[in-house]
């Protein structure tokens, strides 16, 4: 019988995908049209539009599931770069200078680039293209050839064996 842990740990990742991707957009929306709640204080106009799109759109990929890894990998950089320009100059440790959050947010992205194999939409476009590229063999070659992927031909054309030039 499998552990328990091993178990769910795709579920339990594809949940914490979900939840931060959600959170992120809420920031996105909240800093760009105060919704569901108008932004906390004061923050500079540049911050504002530039985080606001970053974490709007990362989020929104997130959630669904669409180019994880890249937006995650966006999402917490840009945490990194609001605990560097806000937090820090109050202090180096993040309990005193109140960046607990941005710390916490950009580990959470970090996190994400584990991707579980459960609830991702591309995952699913990419074996929905396999499944139909797979013809059976009744089908001449060069119809075959023509049901491939972009990315089965790369792959494809990786493994062909390179010519030597003399």
């Known amino acids: 019988m499998p552990d328990l842990s091993q178990r769910w740990s795709s579920y339990a990742y594809a949940l914490m995908r979900i939840v931060v991707g959600l959170l992120f957009l809420c920031h996105g929306l909240s800093k760009l049209v105060h919704f569901p709640v108008p932004p906390p204080g004061q923050m500079p106009l540049l911050l504002t539009y530039t985080a606001g799109p970053i974490e709007l759109v990362c989020g929104t990929l997130v959630a669904l599931g669409l180019f994880t890894r890249w937006a995650a990998f ?3 950089g840009e945490m990194a770069v ?6 820090f100059p109050r202090g180096p440790l993040p309990i005193a200078n109140g960046g607990e959050p941005a710390v916490l947010w950009g580990t959470r992205g970090a996190l994400l680039f584990r991707v579980p194999v459960h609830f991702r939409l591309r995952r699913r476009q990419l074996e929905r293209r396999r499944t139909s590229a797979e013809a059976p063999s009744l089908i001449p070659q060069s119809a075959t050839d023509e049901l491939l992927t972009r990315h089965q031909r790369h792959s ?3 493994l062909r064996p390179q010519s030597t030039l003399l």
Not at 82 to 87: G, N, Q
């Open 82 to 87: 609001a605990y560097f320009i806000v937090h």
């Open 74 to 76: 966006i999402a917490s």
């Open 156 to 158: 494809a054309w990786r």
